[in-house]
């Protein structure tokens, strides 16, 4: 059963303050990795993919990822209260997609003004 | 661009009847797949259409079913409804499969009495 670990939190973090999330994953074959953003009682919300070792950045937003450690992480500079929300972790599985994309349980951030 | 939309938004059935919730992709997308979030369980896989063709399918009962048109357009039926399906479907579409950007509709809230 191929996992994605997320600490679940919440977390709590000061605004204007980096907020950084942590994801492992099981399954050393997965290429591709994205973060989702979900505020309660919406629908999940892409904000990031990243598929090569190294980081990626698109505005407030840092992708990190390394293979070899098998670990993700995505940073949010000047954290703002409009980014609290659970944030999920997902990879598709390197067996041809069979298992669609696993998530994690996802971690409650708090950004408090 | 129009994004995924899905209908009905919300649904109450009773135990024992069925249920067909519909998916429309973002266009220029085949892929859809279908995922139920719980409380408990988080996100899990339901299945993935491409091309009209089941091409994978995630780890539930037959009584959660599936199709896909000709237009990219899907449905998902669960018939002999429990109590324990009350969840959120979310359908996501992408380009080609599971290694792309997945996006997300609003999902269907559906309540099982």
């Known amino acids: 059963q191929k996992e994605v670990e997320q600490n679940s939190g919440p977390l709590s973090v000061p605004e204007g303050a980096i907020a950084s999330l942590n994801c492992t994953y099981s399954?050393?074959?997965?290429?591709?990795f994205f973060w989702y953003r979900q505020y309660s009682g919406k629908s999940p919300e892409l904000i990031m993919s990243?598929?090569?070792?190294g980081d990626k950045e698109d505005g407030r937003f840092t992708a990190q990822l390394n293979k070899a450690s098998q670990y993700v992480s995505l940073l949010i500079r000047d954290s703002q209260p409009s980014d609290s929300a659970t944030y999920l972790c997902?990879?598709?599985?390197?067996?041809?997609?069979?298992?669609?994309?696993?998530f994690g349980k996802g971690t409650h951030l708090i950004i408090q003004p | 661009k129009a994004g995924v939309t899905q209908t009905p938004r919300y649904l109450i059935k009773t135990r024992g009847q069925q249920v067909t919730l519909s998916c429309s992709p973002i266009?220029?997308?085949?892929?859809v797949s279908w995922y139920q979030q719980t409380p408990g369980q988080g996100l899990q896989f339901l299945f993935e259409?491409?091309?009209?063709?089941?091409?994978n399918k995630g780890n539930f009962p037959g009584r959660f079913s599936g199709r896909q048109f000709s237009n990219s357009r899907s449905e998902m039926n669960v018939s002999t409804l429990e109590l324990g399906d009350s969840a959120l479907y979310l359908c996501?579409?992408?380009?080609?499969?599971?290694?792309?950007?997945?996006?997300f509709g609003p999902g269907t809230r559906l309540t099982v009495l």
């Open positions: 996501a579409s992408s380009l080609s499969s599971v290694y792309n950007e997945q996006f």
């Open positions: 399954d050393r074959g997965s290429q591709s």
């Open positions: 990243i598929y090569s070792n």
């Open positions: 997902a990879a598709p599985d390197s067996g041809g997609g069979a298992d669609g994309l696993t």
């Open positions: 266009s220029g997308h085949r892929s």
């Open positions: 259409y491409f091309s009209e063709t089941q091409r």
